[in-house]
């Protein structure tokens, strides 16, 4: 007799759920245009005071106006796992003392021009849990 086949779906998760997700995690990535190019960039995250705070490996001035966040947790042999995506405006963090306390509390890739601060403020968050459905 033969096992019915797996299959997969995605459930999409309330906006407080998708936050836990986030705020349980610390590693994601940027993503956001550059002329008329999708950039993804690895990045460290902190959840503060209801904004995305993001250490990455972009130049400051390349950072947008807009930029979208993505994180995730997939385990790929059960094909299960998580993922939330937040978009919103995004600025550089340019106070000293801010950007020093992120700078201790957010592990970077580089340093110099390449090693930026920003925060996005979320004007939408999307997520979703990968699930396992019997046929």
């Given at each position: 007799?033969?096992?019915?086949?797996?299959?997969?779906r995605?459930?999409?998760?309330?906006?407080?759920?998708?936050?836990?997700?986030?705020?349980?995690?610390?590693?994601?990535?940027?993503?956001?245009?550059?002329?008329?190019?999708t950039?993804?960039?690895?990045?460290?995250?902190?959840?503060?005071?209801?904004?995305?705070?993001?250490?990455?490996?972009?130049?400051?001035?390349?950072?947008?106006a807009?930029?979208?966040?993505?994180?995730?947790?997939?385990?790929?042999?059960?094909?299960?796992?998580?993922?939330?995506?937040?978009?919103?405006?995004?600025?550089?963090?340019?106070?000293?003392?801010?950007?020093?306390?992120?700078?201790?509390?957010?592990?970077?890739?580089?340093?110099?021009?390449?090693?930026?601060?920003?925060?996005?403020?979320?004007?939408?968050?999307?997520?979703?849990?990968?699930?396992?459905?019997?046929?």
């Amino acid at each position: 007799m033969s096992t019915p086949p797996v299959t997969h779906r995605m459930v999409e998760v309330s906006g407080a759920e998708a936050l836990w997700l986030l705020e349980g995690s610390s590693l994601g990535r940027l993503v956001y245009m550059q002329r008329d190019l999708t950039v993804v960039r690895p990045a460290r995250h902190a959840w503060e005071y209801g904004r995305l705070v993001v250490r990455t490996p972009v130049a400051a001035a390349a950072v947008p106006a807009t930029a979208s966040y993505q994180v995730d947790e997939i385990r790929a042999v059960a094909g299960t796992g998580w993922t939330v995506t937040v978009s919103g405006p995004s600025e550089v963090i340019t106070d000293p003392d801010e950007a020093a306390h992120h700078r201790r509390t957010l592990t970077g890739w580089s340093h110099g021009p390449h090693d930026t601060l920003l925060r996005i403020h979320p004007k939408t968050v999307v997520g979703f849990r990968l699930a396992r459905a019997e046929a």
